[in-house]
């Protein structure tokens, strides 16, 4: 049986089935969402009270990570609407405070669309789908365009503020003990040149700067400098699984997902955390039962995807704002 540590970054999304009619691609390892168990009636916690906002619309499914545009104005995000046609995950334009209609930004097409960033300017988005890197305008106009990347699986997209792309790649093998998965983070330019292996590890993110990389493995958050050097471990806690870390804007300080308990131990629910950049003072954010995760740092506050505030047996994450 494999632990709860190691199922929170290696969950196959079993409910993508469940909820969308199936999915047109065998989701990879890497992508994370909730189960059954994480998702509530309950709308807020006390320490929350009156600072939550939802953001997507109420009848909106997002799933896995999704971006801030650069002015924060739009939010695109990977899921799926109400009225929305067909059932792959696509790319949706909203705005970040919650109002006006969701507006389609792909479509069509064989695979889902996952992990989109912004470039500098916010003119194009580059995302995931079917295993490769692409570069869409942020806007939807126009085709769609691949960066070239490792030839594996590559995943997980992120753009600095120099407009330099970090990714994971995912490589899978045989041996006698059976098939060995291996999460590679990669850095390159946005036209696929100066491709460089830094090391191993996944979901990585830039820090504002374009300096660092902060990322997860093995259930640990960890950083290092752009060209490989510097490693620093800031998590260290056995039996304990912390993921999706996010830098704020002034880099300072991080955000993240965490299953550690009030007291310390491990628990069947993942709440939003933050620490310091050097990994002191951790400090648990949100507390419901309700699968928060995928942490964005913006200028009002820290978005997150939630199955909090369900009605009528709904299984549905969106995005929600807690508000400084």
């Not at 909730?34 to 709308?43: I, P, R, V």
């Not at 902060?214 to 620093?232: K, P, Q, R, S, Y």
């Not at 997902?257 to 009030?262: C, I, L, P, V």
Request: aromatic residues 10%; charged residues 20%; negative net charge.
């Amino acid at each position: 049986m494999i632990s709860f540590r190691l199922s929170i970054s290696l969950v196959l999304v079993s409910m993508c089935f469940v909820l969308l009619g199936g999915c047109a691609h065998n989701v990879v390892d890497a992508h994370i969402q909730a189960d059954a168990s994480g998702f509530t009636e309950e709308l807020d916690e006390p320490s929350a009270r009156g600072q939550l906002r939802r953001i997507s619309p109420e009848q909106s499914h997002v799933l896995y990570r999704f971006a801030l545009s650069p002015d924060e104005k739009y939010i695109i995000c990977s899921g799926v609407q109400a009225g929305g046609g067909d059932r792959l995950l696509q790319l949706w334009k909203i705005p970040s405070d919650g109002s006006g209609a969701p507006v389609k930004i792909t479509s069509g097409g064989s695979h889902d669309y996952f992990y989109p960033s912004f470039t500098r300017d916010g003119e194009y988005i580059v995302y995931e789908s079917g295993g490769q890197i692409w570069k869409v305008r942020s806007d939807g106009a126009g085709g769609k365009q691949r960066i070239p990347g490792t030839g594996s699986i590559d995943t997980a997209p992120h753009i600095s503020v120099n407009d330099k792309l970090v990714f994971c790649s995912i490589q899978r093998s045989m041996s006698q003990g059976g098939e060995s998965v291996k999460y590679l983070i990669w850095t390159s330019n946005l036209d696929g040149g100066e491709l460089t292996q830094i090391r191993e590890g996944s979901n990585p993110r830039w820090s504002p700067d374009g300096e660092r990389i902060v990322f997860e493995h093995d259930g640990e958050i960890w950083t290092i400098h752009a060209n490989g050097t510097n490693l620093m471990q800031l998590t260290n806690t056995a039996d304990i699984s912390e993921n999706l870390p996010y830098y704020s804007l002034d880099g300072k300080k991080l955000v993240y997902t965490s299953n550690e308990g009030k007291l310390g131990q491990a628990t069947n629910n993942v709440d939003i955390w933050s620490m310091n950049a050097d990994g002191s003072y951790k400090t648990q954010i949100t507390e419901l039962d309700s699968w928060d995760s995928w942490p964005v740092w913006g200028r009002n506050g820290i978005y997150f995807l939630s199955g909090r505030a369900q009605t009528h047996g709904e299984s549905l994450q969106r995005i929600w704002l807690l508000k400084f």
